[in-house]
């Protein structure tokens, strides 16, 4: 009697894991997305191409944006 009732868990136990392996190739893994702070939008600087967060950008009053104060110079400069 106890016999069968191991069989029997050890026959659910690997049903079980058939059923989930089953699922997970039915709905593969999300690709990840790669992390991003939400909440901070960024700007391409103008003169080199750097990513910077918006809110630390550097602005010209023709609202180009600039990573730093010298890539703004250097942009001011060359207009
Ligand atoms: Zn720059």
């Known amino acids: 009697m106890i016999l069968r009732l191991i ?12 059923v989930r392996r ?3 190739k039915l709905r593969p893994p999300q690709p990840q997305d790669p992390p991003t702070p939400e909440s901070q ?3 391409p600087c103008k003169t080199c191409g750097t990513f910077v967060p918006k809110d630390r950008a550097h602005t010209d009053d023709r609202g180009h944006f600039y ?11 060359r207009d």
């Open 67 to 77: 990573c730093s104060d010298r890539c703004l110079q250097e942009t001011r400069e």
């Open 41 to 43: 939008p960024v700007v």
């Open 22 to 24: 089953a699922l997970a």
């Open 7 to 18: 069989a029997l868990a050890v026959l659910i136990y690997f049903a079980y894991r058939l």
